[in-house]
């Protein structure tokens, strides 16, 4: 009776806003393993109850003893995980078919892969990112430690020569003066900005289309991004239609599943066509651009899936097949933006050693012509 009266004092003091707080690791785990308990032949109650005995963290206990107590009082578990938003929508939507077709562990499996793949996925962006990113970091740095310390001693020692200094020149030591006046100011506000910069172009949510429209707009970024969306156009379309789920339901947890507006519009732009009646090959006529997004060998494996009745199976080769070009973009992703980094170190070296190197060339020419 007292644990019993324990459980009901815990389960009161569950709110779905601090399951929030529950960290990547213990999100990306939860379905594997719960699909892995519910195949061994346990309850969802079981189940759950024995995570929770095994949670280290106390957010990630509290979210299985809210959804175990939601469990407890009658209430599906899907509806329980979309309340405390633990899965994606598209998730949920693939595990309440499993749940009200007797497919639970089927579909938890189907998750953890999504999921899975998910998580491979980002450990290779990282991964690919991380030499671009230090080299430009670094670059960054060495760039204001020379414009803050190094050039205001420069300026000094060109502005006691009697030389006319090149335009370039000039504009080192302006900027040298400017920075031994007020670089204590400058310089953290420089970072800041570039840090603000990043957040509204990149983050924030009323203006990350700038970032969206720029990123798709860079050569070798932009192939990587229309390979991700549409592995994931494919996965989520195919594992939602084979879990059982209609196709308009599909299409609307799709356009959720992308932060990209122009992919988030198209999406939207079927499922309001295939309402109508219409189908994916009169969408992919009717919208303009339509190719940019999907390419036109995709378009036709799905009307070609469509006509013979197995679009789920389409869009799941689709899936396979874009997964594959992401692993191998992501691969030579290092490879493509080397060249780029190198032309934008080297213009930095160039333009620095020239507004230093002329001035002394004309210093030592003056001095050979007085000489003679």
């Not at 995570?51 to 206990?61: C, D, G, P």
């Not at 009082?73 to 979309?82: D, P, V």
Request: include cysteine; hydrophobic fraction near 50%; glycine fraction near 8%.
């Amino acid at each position: 009776m007292t644990e019993k009266n324990n459980f009901e004092k815990q389960v009161k003091s569950v709110k779905p806003p601090s399951l929030l707080l529950v960290g990547k690791k213990d999100r990306g785990f939860f379905a594997e393993h719960l699909s892995m308990m519910v195949g061994a032949g346990m309850s969802i109650g079981e189940a759950l109850g024995a995570l929770k005995e095994e949670a280290t963290s106390k957010a990630y206990k509290k979210v299985i003893l809210f959804l175990q107590s939601r469990t407890e009082e009658g209430y599906s578990l899907w509806r329980s995980l979309e309340e405390v938003k633990l899965f994606k929508e598209s998730e949920v939507a693939i595990l309440r078919i499993g749940e009200e077709s007797g497919r639970m562990q089927e579909n938890l499996q189907m998750v953890a892969e999504q999921q899975q793949k998910d998580r491979e996925f980002g450990s290779k962006m990282r991964s690919a990112a991380m030499y671009p990113l230090f080299v430009l970091g670094l670059s960054l740095i060495v760039g204001v430690g020379i414009a803050w310390f190094i050039l205001p001693r420069l300026a000094l020692v060109f502005a006691s020569l009697k030389l006319e200094l090149p335009l370039l020149t000039r504009l080192l030591i302006g900027l040298g003066r400017f920075l031994g006046e007020h670089g204590k100011i400058v310089v953290p506000a420089f970072i800041l900005g570039i840090g603000v910069l990043i957040y509204i172009v990149f983050i924030f949510r009323w203006t990350k289309v700038i970032g969206q429209w720029l990123l798709w707009h860079t050569p070798v970024v932009k192939k990587v991004i229309a390979d991700i969306q549409l592995a994931r156009f494919g996965y989520v379309l195919g594992s939602l239609l084979d879990a059982g789920l209609p196709v308009l339901d599909a299409l609307e947890a799709l356009s959720r599943t992308t932060n990209l507006y122009n992919f988030r519009k198209f999406y939207k732009y079927i499922k309001m066509r295939v309402a109508e009646g219409h189908s994916f090959h009169d969408c992919f006529i009717s919208y303009r651009g339509s190719r940019k997004l999907v390419p036109i060998s995709v378009q036709q494996i799905i009307v070609s899936g469509e006509k013979t009745g197995s679009l789920a199976k389409s869009f799941l080769s689709i899936s396979g097949i874009y997964y594959v070009k992401i692993d191998n973009a992501v691969k030579n992703l290092t490879v493509m933006l080397e060249p780029l980094l190198l032309v934008i170190v080297w213009l930095g070296v160039v333009a620095v050693a020239l507004a230093v190197i002329l001035p002394i060339y004309n210093l030592i020419g003056g001095l050979s012509n007085q000489i003679k």
